[in-house]
């Protein structure tokens, strides 16, 4: 999350599923394949975008989503962190075969943020605590145990803070050290309240400038580097005035039906056009310093178990020779 | 703040007052003192609660209690920090008089909170900045310059870390150290938004626990400890609830008096009991996990901004010697 | 490792034993009984000082003593940080016993030293680390699960940052919390550089306050608190002088015997009492800004490394349901 | 310091100079222009080595290097700290004129080493302190204030956590941004202990691989990158065997002339050559784990303090608006 350059409010493709199919009043999307499983408090989702049609249903690219999702993750609950990871490992494993990256392609891990900004620090945190190899495949082949591809990984900062857009810094380091894909992690602002550290998506379409200010900027993507760019992105922060709004939602719901007056009031809600009704949450909010992007109080926490999860489940899925069962030996 | 010991969410005496004026319908309230300076983008507000009249119409405790605002504090904009740190210092060595502190009396500074949590961690921030003496004037007094009084700095953890009540360990050294008075300073759970990390209150009120869950819990109080206690708060973290009825607030404001549709939805609502309302709010959030205390994305600046401000300001109030106008050069 | 307060170099009693039996030429000391183990790398002493001869042979206290030596700790090996965590799981839960101290008896941890100072960090991360489970004996005593102690962790800071004696704080807080028995953790001044975060050292002797300037100082002793003390303490810095002393022996015993120019040349070194010599040395570097106390480039992941052994190494031996084989999962 | 990558052991000019003036007994050495100042605790020494001949007696590249050795930097001294930070900045101004880079040159400043490692991290924590502007002459050209230049910072990380050379990073970032020069800072280890920390070297020659394991190795030089070099080099660690020999240099001295017992002992030292006898100290230390590379106690202040010296002391020479007088407000 590099506010500013890239979109800071990334609708998850489950998200964006969700209301295309509600707007679709629950019939299968054309051009949309899913596929749904839970096991152990953990869901896995995943969603094949196929054609322009299935891209402009979602309002999502081309592409394949997985989405993990993990309502307990923010419980400190160390055995289940462990299970996620081993989760996130076969998927992850999965989906490099899926995308047709070969097991010993290049890897190179890029760790947006700032990580000296405890909610943007996910992408610097996964790149301290990843195995990489990459230099003993170039400096002393000969001694590379098999089982092992090279990995590189980079934290290339923030425009805020190192001046220079992180896509060139990324586009350099392509360029001198030649991997074959990438894959960036990234912070991302959520949609919703219970999504912030508890959703992690992978997705093969790259990373996209948002469309506002950042309007001219480039984004981490095949067409741009070259080679495959496979996103990682976690909901970190959420505006206020999306609290608020997800707020309006919820109690529409609860009271719909009711006939009590409070039922009737919030029953009125409907009225207003879900897109027109947040921007008046931000107008109201905005002046009086009320829409800033916030984060659960326990984030520190948080983000530490978080990055640990992703650079476990990446160092196995990444390296045949880490055992899946015991991914957690291989990070600090 | 630790959760769980003080009470979560503290109104401050200024909002206190202003809910207790438009409950007054803007009439004076009896057995209440106020005063209030605007300078510099800087506000102070004095309240004194005189007597138990005043007490019950504010829902405080008697006692003096100040407020410092800064609604730009959260722009990183280090003159103006200076400016407030040297507001601080006038305020609270002034205070220090009005409440009957002599220039000699030993100050012990707790830093209530939980240093691993950063927006818990600003009493322990303090504690760490604070220029601490006593130890001179124990082991070298004839050393000791005049111009300064006797300050130690302790912070005592959370029950959660120690496994023992912050007022057992506070009381335990308050009796093996003997200070004169206690300044206890501690994060706050706000009633907005907007007051997060704007606002800071100082009260000789001392620090009392919530009336929750931790109803068989001491305080940080005269009573308790046999020596006056003054509290410096800061709001630093809001309830995802908090912020949806603040918003419910803003937009009934907004459309006060509006004739459109939208306008006389939100105008229904003014219908609905405020205090009902939040417990509505709740009731509709908690279920789903949409309830949590939630922290500005760039809380690790502002802590660390706010604790330097403190930090410096209580060095220049508490020693003569050290110069109001350059209190920065006496912290880290 | 409070400079100014506790001794800042302290004899191990292996350093102790090995200084006795070399004047004692190899003789056994009356009054020390002694055992010695070796197993996958890791050494283990245990020295009881029987009685006052044993006490005067080796310039220790009366007590038990047990060393830890892990040679190979520094090299960054996960696998044996666990097997050293578990090993030392087993022997403080034998000297408990040893010691006296009963399965129920409640424990409180002091984690002695300035935790911004990275060498002096070891105490205080350990209370970060440990689980502590005396809050839930005094609020829901009903629900503790069979197999736990109460256990309480305290780091009091250091004399510099809070003002107040260490001994101070812990009294107070062993006056309001009742704890049956201490363990208090300290980072040591080592007698030699290969000591250096390679060597965990276990005495139920207390912590005795240095014999220089502190003279005045109290200790954290069952004389002074009432209670038994066992103290944990790992070295982690070393004086520039006792490197160039250490490296003085070595070069003798390297040219012991040898009629080399530079064999004759060390040789004569045997001529200079090692007091004087260290003296000398000390002399020669002070004045100069050559006497520095010196730790290791890579001491944050020691720290840490060390920190974690101990922490779980506690939780094991502390409670009969955390097992000796698993414990890294209750520590962070 | 990569330790790996860069000489760990680089000789300062000044220590050069004062080796060449010794073996050539005290007379000028041909090639080489010196000019010394001392002032308020603050000695700086100015060496250029102006042709082969100049930089064959010094071993030094053909160069212009400023040596900055302040020895009460450690004493936490934060007046003394501000004119450091201002003597920096008013040499490095008049150095990058002498050297020839304009007042409008884009300059990239690189942070080499690891930013988890305290003694390695000056590098990254100038990087997180200085003030970068490029992105808004990118951006926002026209709203740039005379006075500035277009700055640029960035941390590549070391081989060891990245996988790639950081020299082939910093390629990237330099064909990409397009800098005039590179400031590239760096922590050194150091030839004597009482320079860890103290000590300053600024040179315009670049940074060169260590000549041992890295023989293959790039450095970040003009004849590499294709722009100017300047290197900012601080020691901050030094090897055990260091102290050990500098401590033989300083007995020989103390005793030298003396006709004690002792003395005599440490006159025989003269007779073994200095190189063979840092030789011999390694061979005996090195096998038993006497030869770390070590670091004061006080590294973590140390290094924040030296880094905010350089970090103010480049925003004042870099940029005409920022004041000489008052650099120290222009970082955090």
């Known amino acids: 999350m590099d506010l500013g350059m890239f979109n800071t409010q990334t609708d998850l493709a489950l998200d964006a599923r969700d209301m295309a199919h509600a707007a679709n009043q629950g019939q299968p999307i054309p051009g949309i394949e ?30 394949h989503y997985i989405t993990i999702e993990v309502p307990a993750l923010r419980e400190k609950d160390s055995q289940l962190q462990d299970r996620v990871a081993t989760k996130l490992a076969q998927e992850f494993e999965q989906f490099l075969r899926q995308v047709g990256i070969p097991k010993n392609a290049k890897a190179l891990i890029i760790g947006l943020g700032n990580g ?3 909610p943007d620090a996910l992408g610097p945190l996964v790149v301290e605590n990843v195995m990489v190899t990459r230099h003993y495949f170039e400096l002393v082949p000969e001694d590379v145990s098999p089982g092992y591809r090279a990995v590189s990984a980079v934290a290339p900062g923030v425009l805020g803070t190192t001046g220079i857009e992180s896509s060139d810094i990324v586009q350099g380091i392509v360029d001198k050290s030649k991997p074959d894909f990438i894959i960036a992690i990234d912070a991302l602002a959520s949609r919703s309240l219970d999504r912030v550290n508890t959703t992690i998506q992978i997705a093969d ?17 095949k067409e741009q580097l070259g080679i495959p760019v496979i996103a990682i992105g976690v909901p970190t922060v959420v505006y206020a005035s999306t609290i608020v709004n997800n707020a309006f939602d919820l109690m529409q719901k609860h009271f719909s039906g009711q006939t009590s007056n409070t039922g009737q009031i919030f029953g009125l809600l409907d009225n207003i056009n879900e897109d027109e009704r947040l921007q008046l949450v931000k107008e109201v909010l905005n002046p009086v310093g009320h829409d800033l992007l916030v984060t659960p109080k326990e984030i520190d926490q948080f983000i530490e178990d978080i990055a640990n999860i992703i650079a476990s489940g990446l160092n196995a899925a990444l390296h045949d020779a880490v055992d899946v069962d015991n991914v957690a030996a291989y990070t600090h």
Chains 1, 2, 3, 4 share one sequence.
């Open 34 to 63: 899913q596929e749904f499983t839970r096991e152990n408090g953990i869901r896995v989702t995943k969603i094949n975008v196929l054609n322009e049609e299935g891209s402009k249903a979602l309002g999502k690219l081309l592409g």
């Open 116 to 118: 000296n900004v405890t």
């Open 205 to 221: 379409t790259g990373i996209h400038p948002g469309s506002g200010i950042g309007n001219k900027r480039k984004g981490l993507t």
